[in-house]
Every structure is written in C-alpha cells, then in structure tokens.
C-alpha cells in the first residue's frame, strides 16, 4: 500500500482567504505531482516537482504555487482563494523509472 | 502533447463481463496504467502492462494491449457491484516523468 497523505480532506473556505494544501510521502520519491480534477472527472495536472528544489508548471495553468525543501513534502498554496478554485486536489508521486504514480486521498476544496 | 482517449460510460450486469477501451497517440510510451477512483477518493491502481507485452491477467482483471493500433483495454470478469466506479487508463511519456492520463470511464454494474 502507498504511503502518500494529503491533509485536509475536505475544507471550505471564505474568498480571498490563504490556504495550504499538504501532501507527504514516506517513499523516498523523488518525483512528485498534483492534480486538479473537475466534477467531470478528468484530471489536469497543475505542478510537478522531479527533487528538492525543482518545480514546474503543469499542463494547466494555476494560481497555485508549490514549494519542494523536502523530498517528502510537497506542499500547494492558494494565496486568494475564489470560488473558480473550488475542485478536488490530488497529490501523487513516483519513483524510479518504471515506478507508477501512488494518489493520496485528495483535497476537496470549497470557496464560498 | 500526448492523447490519451476512453469512452465516457460503461454500463452492465452483475456477473457479465466489462471491458473498457483506451486509445493512446504516444508510440514510444513505455508503461500503460489502469487505475480505480471511487467516490470521494484517490486513484488506486489497478494494473499496469509494459509497452513489450501483448496481455496481463491478474485474477479477475485482464489487460490487452494492441501496440500497432495503441489500444489498451481492461476486461473485469464476473462484475461485481463493488467494482462501480470511475476507470482511468494512463500512460508513461518517453520522457518518464510525465504520465497522461484519460478522461475516464465511469463503470455502472446493475444488480
């Protein structure tokens, strides 16, 4: 079983507040993700990090911003929460080469 | 960037076989994934198959992977109720560290 928490698991916030989402991994991964997925179903990556120190922007722009000091921490902040971010927030991470992606529970962000 | 295709619906009866088709645009992707995500939850994977291999069986879970047309398809034999959820099929970009995931499939089993 994987070892990836996210913490909260649900929260509901007023605009304009600052929030921050945690994930933590007790894998040694080097690579780390998170994902925004729509009530649709799909899922849109918004950063990736390969190591401490690295992190990028993903496939869909965000307002969010992500920080990587530790191999085991992967935080996300919003520093203006608005309702537009109201979604769930999957954090993953992976390993070595042929390694899959392990999803925490996720985040289900409400902005009222 | 990559595609990666499914069909938005499944549904069927308990006991009858599931399949669920994915078609992918990346031919030298090295790794196909299928994952479960239930209500409320995260993905969970299901299975996986290496681009080298035509076919992976894992209990009730059949794997099939047809790399000249770049489609991969997971078989549920025996459906359960349990087994209602939202399927996703991914694959793992050449360059490795990005993975590409479908739209999913939501899978109804009727009783």
């Known amino acids: 079983e994987a070892d990836i928490y996210q913490t909260p698991r649900y929260l509901v916030i007023g605009t304009g507040k600052k929030i921050t989402l945690e994930c933590s991994q007790t894998?040694?991964?080097?690579?780390m993700y998170w994902y925004q997925q729509d009530p649709g179903m799909e899922l849109h990556l918004i950063h990736y990090?390969?190591?401490?120190?690295?992190?990028e922007k993903g496939d869909l722009s965000s307002e969010s911003t992500v920080s990587r000091i530790r191999t085991e921490h992967f935080p996300l902040t919003l520093e203006s929460a608005r309702p537009s971010h109201t979604s769930q927030y999957l954090c993953?991470?992976?390993?070595?080469?042929?390694?899959?992606?392990?999803f925490g529970n996720g985040t289900r962000l409400t902005v009222t | 960037g990559e595609d990666v295709e499914q069909s938005l619906f499944l549904s069927v009866r308990e006991g009858d076989s599931s399949v669920i088709n994915c078609t992918y645009t990346?031919?030298?992707?090295?790794?196909l994934y299928w994952y479960k995500q239930e209500p409320g939850a995260g993905l969970q994977l299901l299975t996986y198959?290496?681009?080298?291999?035509d076919m992976k069986q894992d209990q009730r879970l059949t794997v099939l992977l047809n790399k000249k047309d770049k489609h991969l398809s997971l078989r549920i034999a025996d459906t359960q109720t349990g087994d209602s959820a939202i399927y996703f099929c991914?694959?793992?970009?050449?360059?490795?560290?990005?993975?590409?995931f479908g739209s999913g499939t939501k899978l109804n089993v009727k009783p």
């Open positions: 198959i290496f681009s080298n291999m």
């Open positions: 894998m040694g991964h080097d690579k």
């Open positions: 993953a991470s992976s390993g070595a080469l042929n390694s899959p992606l392990h």
């Open positions: 990346d031919s030298s992707s090295t790794y």
């Open positions: 990090s390969y190591g401490v120190n690295s992190t």
């Open positions: 991914a694959e793992r970009g050449s360059n490795f560290n990005k993975f590409y």
